[in-house]
C-alpha cells in the first residue's frame, strides 16, 4: 500500500507550498505587528493542522494558538450545506483578541463565513480569515477570505491536511486523485 500511487496528478508541490506558506506569514507578520491586542490563530481541525504548524513556525510576532472543530463532508465530496460545531473554544471573554481563522480550502464558503460571524457574535476585538487554498468558483455565499495562500480550479483536493474519507492527510503534496479511488 502507497498512497502516493491513488493520486492522478500533484497540482501543488511541496516546494510551492513552502513558498505559499513563507509568504503569507510575512503578510501576517507585517498586518499584526502594532496591533496592541493578542492574535490566536484559530486552527479549523482537521483540516488546516499541516498548514496551520507550518505557517506558525514561518511567523515571528507573538501568538496563541487554539482550534474548534465544526462538521464537513463526511464520506461525500458534497457539501451538506450547514455548519456545526463540534468542537467550541472554550475562552469566556475574547474581547482582547485579534482572532485569524485558519483553513485549509475554501468552497462554498459557508463555513468560514458562519464560524466569522460566531466568533464576532462572541465578542473578539477582531476577526479575519486565512486559508491555503481557495475555489472561487465554488462559492454559495458571499464571501472573500483576508489572506488566501493558492486559488485552484473546481476539482477535489487532497495532501497537506486536507481529506478524502480521513485519509490522504499526510501527504506532503497537494494532489487529485483518480477516479477510481471514490466509492472504494
Ligand atoms: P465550505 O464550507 O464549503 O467552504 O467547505 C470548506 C470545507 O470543506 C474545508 O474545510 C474542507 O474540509 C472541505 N473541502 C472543500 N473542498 C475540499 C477538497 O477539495 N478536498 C478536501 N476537503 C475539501
Ligand atoms: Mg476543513
Do not use: W
Amino acid at each position: 500500500m502507497n498512497i502516493n500511487y491513488d493520486i492522478e496528478k500533484v497540482l501543488v508541490t511541496e516546494e510551492k507550498l513552502a513558498e505559499t506558506v513563507k509568504r503569507i506569514a510575512s503578510e501576517i507578520d507585517r498586518d499584526y505587528a502594532k496591533t496592541g491586542h493578542k492574535l490566536l490563530l484559530l486552527g479549523i481541525l482537521k483540516g488546516s493542522v499541516v498548514f496551520m504548524g507550518d505557517l506558525m513556525k514561518c511567523l515571528s510576532i507573538p501568538v496563541e494558538i487554539d482550534f474548534m472543530k465544526v462538521s464537513s463532508y463526511g464520506r461525500s465530496t458534497i457539501s451538506s450545506g450547514t455548519v456545526n460545531i463540534i468542537l467550541d473554544l472554550h475562552r469566556k471573554d475574547l474581547s482582547d483578541l485579534d482572532i485569524l481563522v485558519i483553513e485549509d480550502i475554501i468552497d462554498s464558503g459557508r463555513t468560514l463565513s458562519y464560524l466569522c460571524e460566531y466568533l464576532k457574535l462572541k465578542g473578539a476585538h477582531s476577526v479575519k480569515t486565512c486559508t491555503l487554498l481557495d475555489k472561487p468558483s465554488r462559492r454559495e455565499v458571499t464571501f472573500t477570505p483576508d489572506y488566501v495562500g493558492l486559488e485552484i480550479p473546481d476539482e477535489f483536493v487532497v495532501g497537506y491536511g486536507l481529506d478524502y474519507a480521513e485519509q490522504y492527510r499526510t501527504l506532503p503534496y497537494v494532489g487529485i486523485l483518480k477516479p477510481g479511488v471514490y466509492g472504494k
